[in-house]
């Protein structure tokens, strides 16, 4: 009796671009503002960059929402 019994499983991709274009339609955007216009002083990655950095921020303070710990700290 075999002690091991190995599978080996072989494909190929194919891209369905009317999905993908479909999908793309369907996909959420997200506007993000600044009042500072002047792109040499704040590029569009840069606004981007930076407000993903603030939602690690916003992770890291997230207990402070929580029920039970705004209650403890009212007590």
């Not at 999908?23 to 993000?32: P, S």
């Not at 500072?36 to 040499?40: C, F, L, R, Y």
């Given at each position: 009796m075999?002690?091991?019994?190995?599978?080996?499983?072989?494909?190929e991709l194919e891209a369905k671009l009317e999905v993908i274009e479909a999908?793309?339609?369907?996909?959420?955007?997200?506007?993000?503002a600044t009042n500072?216009?002047?792109?040499?002083e704040l590029s569009n990655e840069s606004v981007l960059k930076e407000y993903k950095a603030q939602q690690s921020t916003e992770r890291g303070f997230r207990f402070l929402k929580i029920r039970c710990f705004l209650l403890q700290v009212s007590s």
């Open positions: 075999p002690t091991q019994i190995n599978y080996r499983v072989t494909g999908e793309k339609t369907q996909a959420g955007r997200f506007i993000l500072i216009i002047d792109k040499n």
